[in-house]
């Protein structure tokens, strides 16, 4: 027999309407006039006097912005009124990520803030509210992948850029422990001059067509580390680091599948970006063939690499500075050729890729008569 407070649940959600406020967005919507004071204002969704746009119409409420809720929940967009930027904010429970704060506040501050080699996303500000945990403040990013590479060169620099970052956290000693495809994002001022939709990223900022979008050929684009809720900072004088297994989005290493044994988290990291581009851009044969086809062709050139990262042993991985170095070295034997050359996935079909084709190399006489690199690295 169901608890009296499981059905009260139940039949407070049979009432809702389609599109209405739900639990965690009430949580935005108390702290709507804190936040404006703080300097941040919400959608129109999350104000106090907010009524849905397409009450009276036979639209569904998908189709208008105010009826885009929330994807996360202890996250929320918003734009900073001082200059109009926009930006994210996040609750931070300290349960669940007892050191991001503290992990994000270092990055962000001086002398790691200015360090080229850092990729750890900036933190903008920290909204204290009475009683109630702080939030963070960061740019409004967008996911690494989206939109899709058009160019090896474009994934040359995006894979360079994040060992890159992962390699500048463990110098400085601390293992991100969640380096996964979701925490991985793409600074998208560049890209996206008149910023976009921050649920439908696809959408303009105002819901009224696409957003209006550059390639990252054109103009080169900063790839950033997020959600250091995992992370931990350790002391070298202590020794190898070792600690219990914290799983994040990738549950698949093979050091975390022996229950709670303390392991180094450093070459879980190694495996993490292993593991996403294996999974991403080379898949295994479905028939358990000994050998790999790549979801995109052409991507051969990394997998002696990958499969270093991805060792059963965590002892045999390279190290992150033995990653950036052997990358550094794949690197210099492609050709500007193969940078930029179209990534193309190996189940399209010929007319299809052959309208694709004519398209990317239309597109690639441009950018050699516009000298725009091979490798479109941001200045």
């Not at 967008?142 to 474009?154: A, K, L, S, W």
């Not at 995109?296 to 990958?306: A, N, Q, T």
Request: overall charge neutral; glycine content about 6%; some cysteine.
């Amino acid at each position: 027999m169901q608890s009296q407070g499981l059905k009260d649940f139940y039949d407070d959600v049979a009432r809702m309407k389609p599109g209405e406020i739900d639990g965690p967005e009430v949580w935005w919507v108390e702290r709507q006039e804190a936040l404006e004071q703080a300097g941040y204002i919400l959608r129109p969704r999350y104000r106090p006097d907010w009524k849905p746009s397409w009450a009276g119409t036979k639209k569904h409420y998908r189709k208008f912005e105010d009826g885009q809720g929330l994807r996360l929940r202890l996250c929320m967009d918003a734009t900073r009124i001082s200059d109009g930027k926009p930006v994210m904010l996040k609750r931070l429970l300290f349960q669940e990520g007892p050191y991001e704060l503290q992990i994000n506040r270092r990055f962000s501050s001086e002398p790691l803030s200015s360090n080229p080699r850092n990729h750890c996303a900036p933190l903008l500000d920290v909204i204290e509210l009475p009683n109630d945990p702080p939030i963070m403040v960061h740019l409004l990013l967008r996911p690494f992948y989206n939109p899709q590479f058009q160019t090896f060169g474009e994934f040359v620099t995006f894979f360079a850029q994040v060992c890159e970052g992962i390699q500048f956290m463990h110098e400085n000693h601390v293992a991100h422990r969640d380096c996964t495809s979701e925490n991985i994002m793409l600074d998208p001022s560049n890209m996206y001059p008149e910023s976009f939709h921050p649920i439908k990223i696809d959408r303009s900022k105002d819901f009224s067509g696409k957003a209006k979008k550059f390639t990252r050929t054109w103009r080169p684009t900063r790839y950033l580390l997020i959600d250091f809720g995992l992370s931990r900072q350790y002391d070298p004088a202590n020794g190898p680091a070792l600690d219990e297994p914290l799983r994040g989005g990738d549950k698949s290493a093979p050091e975390h599948q022996n229950g709670e044994t303390p392991c180094d988290p450093f070459p879980t990291d190694v495996y993490y970006l292993g593991n996403l581009v294996r999974e991403d851009y080379i898949q295994v044969s479905w028939f358990h063939c000994s050998e790999e086809i790549c979801k995109y062709d052409g991507f051969e050139f990394m997998k002696p690499l990958i499969a270093d990262m991805v060792q059963q042993d965590p002892k045999k991985r390279p190290t992150m500075d033995e990653v950036v170095a052997s990358f550094a070295e794949v690197r210099s034997k492609l050709s500007a050729w193969k940078l930029r050359s179209r990534m193309a996935r190996n189940n399209e079909i010929w007319p299809v890729a052959a309208w694709k084709g004519v398209g990317h190399w239309y597109r690639t006489i441009g950018y050699i008569l516009s000298r725009k690199a091979a490798i479109p690295e941001p200045k």
